[in-house]
């Protein structure tokens, strides 16, 4: 492995940080100074940093984790058990001088695709009922929820990837071609799976005044179309110890301007000129986390869209929460060009 691609000076931003993960695509960076390890830092860490609505220009050093666990050559045969024990996704193997020689990762050593956690007893409703129409010609034959990432339906892996942490029961919400999608898991018993027929399109949240009777609790809310790598578990601890009603997966995209931006004052003068300005910002993913009282407040039926629901949450004085993701957790096939860069990043 190229140590130096996880590698991050203590000096570095935390925006250059959040850079370096989404390039590698994992979830660890060592912080290194004279070759030497000084600290790590993990997706968790800028989680919080951006929970706080902190400058993302300072440095990786005010975040990083000083005292991180690590492991020599003769331990290697421990790492699995070491990152089972302290719920972490990474290990730094360095030498007698503190030099990191490696880095393991826990879904790289771990055959049997076993998760660090363990998942509860929550629901996921999968909002499969859009006609995908960003995506016709293919939606004019199957179902959006249908189209094959590889050789595997896009709800079918959200549902596979659900339940590797060990959430089994599932509600699709239908109703564009509703008996193709009904007919492929006809007879397929390993799924705990529920039918929401949607008599015309509800839109992004409408459907889900249809559970109101079967909803106890918590439960996850997900685009049919989406795949976010994230401990599901911790995911839902944050929501609950936050009491959120809603808890919206947020991804960081970075926007660079190509052109130097103008800034006038009153009088039509240049003020400033800003040549390629970046801008970053918190995108929806499309998954959620709610509570059960939030269904009450949906109109019966009648369409109505996730971004109404959360500002209907917000008016009435309910807590709305984000759990920033990095961009490359996010997969998303909405569109042709996302689709086949979804397959490319599943390397697929």
């Not at 685009?223 to 944050?238: A, G, M, P």
């Amino acid at each position: 492995m190229d140590v130096k691609k996880f590698s991050i000076s203590p000096d570095d931003s935390i925006k250059t940080a959040i850079r370096q993960l989404d390039k590698t695509a994992k979830k660890l960076l060592v912080v290194v100074r004279n070759d030497k390890l000084v600290g790590v830092i993990t997706d968790g860490d800028i989680r919080r940093w951006i929970l706080k609505n902190e400058n993302l220009s300072m440095a990786v050093s005010r975040i990083m984790n000083t005292s991180p666990i690590v492991i020599t050559r003769s331990e290697t045969p421990l790492a699995l058990d070491i990152m089972r024990e302290k719920k972490i996704e990474g290990l730094p193997l360095v030498n007698e001088h503190m030099e990191v020689v490696d880095i393991l990762f826990w879904n790289e050593l771990n055959s049997s695709k076993e998760r660090i956690t363990e998942g509860k007893k929550v629901p996921v409703v999968i909002m499969a009922g859009g006609k995908g129409s960003r995506l016709y010609p293919y939606t004019k034959i199957i179902p959006k929820p249908l189209i094959p990432i590889g050789d595997t339906p896009i709800v079918e892996r959200i549902m596979n990837q659900m339940m590797s942490y060990g959430f089994t029961e599932f509600y699709l919400t239908v109703n564009y071609r509703k008996e193709l999608i009904k007919a492929y898991f006809n007879d397929d018993d390993r799924y705990h799976l529920n039918f929401i027929e949607e008599k015309e399109p509800l839109g992004t949240a409408g459907s889900l005044s249809l559970l109101k009777d079967k909803i106890t609790d918590s439960f996850f809310v997900s685009n049919c179309d989406i795949l976010v790598d994230v401990n599901y578990e911790k995911l839902l601890d944050h929501h609950i110890k936050n009491e959120n009603q809603i808890t919206v997966v947020t991804a960081m995209k970075n926007y660079e301007v190509p052109y130097g931006v103008v800034s006038l004052d009153e009088e039509g003068r240049i003020q400033a000129l800003n040549e390629k300005p970046s801008y970053e910002f918190l995108v929806s993913t499309g998954l959620y986390v709610l509570e059960k009282g939030v269904l009450n407040t949906l109109p019966e039926g009648a369409p109505f869209d996730m971004p109404d629901l959360i500002r209907l949450c917000l008016q009435n004085g309910k807590k709305a929460g984000a759990y920033p993701v990095m961009d490359s957790t996010w997969l998303d096939m909405g569109e042709f060009s996302e689709m086949r860069k979804m397959a490319e990043r599943m390397k697929l």
